[in-house]
């Protein structure tokens, strides 16, 4: 499973991976429960590999920063979204310490916690991006 292949979707929880093509949108699977579902064609729909983070510098990739995380964590679970926002901005400024700190809400670090606990618990090791493959 690559990370072109998990979606976002607004509105919904969790992550889900892309299974098929159907005539009202895609057909996507949730990584938390492996239910399936068809996220319509008007929903916002979001590849992991099209994200990315502020910096101070240029934007970095989501996959960048799921990788940094990786390293940080040892291969385990980050910090809880549930965390106070203090330590949520400590953890985050640990493992990204250039991120921009007026464009890059608690909000966003929550999700992007979140989502990095999802892969993991997916079994997810490696978060490259598809041009890094070739």
């Known amino acids: 499973m690559e990370l072109k292949e998990i979606l976002a979707i607004s509105g919904q929880p ?6 098929a093509q159907s005539t009202r949108g895609v057909i996507v699977e949730s990584l938390l429960d492996g239910r399936r579902m068809n996220a319509a064609a008007n929903a916002r729909v979001s590849a992991l590999s099209e994200i990315s983070m502020f910096t101070e510098g240029d934007d970095i990739p989501l996959a960048e920063v799921f ?5 940080h964590t040892g291969g385990k679970e980050a910090i809880s979204p549930k965390e106070a926002p203090e330590k949520l901005r400590a953890f ?3 493992v990204l310490p250039e991120y921009d700190r007026d464009r890059v809400h608690v ?4 999700k992007c916690f979140a989502w990095f606990n999802i892969l993991i618990g997916a079994g997810f090791t490696e978060f490259r991006l ?4 070739e």
């Open 14 to 19: 969790g992550l889900y991976k892309y299974v």
């Open 67 to 71: 990788t940094r995380l990786y390293a």
């Open 107 to 110: 909000s966003d670090m929550k």
């Open 92 to 94: 985050f400024a640990e």
């Open 130 to 133: 598809p041009a890094e493959e």
